[in-house]
């Protein structure tokens, strides 16, 4: 079973940049699709960005343009670059692993979660 860890979230000022990571043990990230998602205060989870397993990638049309996913299989690591940020962006993000194909932006194809990271971006 794999554990995922994230790191680097923090507070930002809205138009800056912030690059969150989400560390893997226990087994080799390559093998899973991992997706980073994200939750505000009083709403619900929502996609943000996903890595498949070959590489591909998918964005939340919100992040689009300004959010970036990575794989480095070396580090065992996903990381999102986020750039651009927005009040609205202001969430805990969480990754998660699946063993699925293909692009998923659901959680239910994702099984494993790490304990999610805080940005802040004040305006």
């Known amino acids: 079973q794999v554990q995922l860890v994230e790191s680097g979230g923090g507070l930002v000022q809205a138009g800056g940049s912030l690059r969150v990571s989400c560390a893997a043990s226990?087994?080799?990230?390559?093998?899973?699709?991992i997706a980073w998602f994200r939750q505000a205060p009083g709403k619900e989870r929502d996609f943000v960005a996903t890595?498949?397993?070959?590489?591909?990638?998918y964005y939340a049309a919100s992040v689009k343009d300004r959010f970036t996913i990575s794989r480095d299989n070396a580090k065992n690591t996903v990381s999102l670059q986020m750039n651009s940020l927005k009040p609205e962006d202001t969430a805990v993000y969480y990754c998660?692993?699946?063993?699925?194909?293909?692009?998923?932006?659901?959680?239910?194809?994702?099984?494993?979660w790490g304990q999610g990271t805080q940005v802040t971006v004040s305006s």
């Open positions: 226990g087994r080799t990230i390559s093998n899973y699709a």
């Open positions: 890595i498949s397993r070959s590489g591909g990638t």
């Open positions: 998660a692993a699946g063993t699925h194909y293909g692009l998923g932006t659901s959680q239910s194809r994702y099984d494993t």
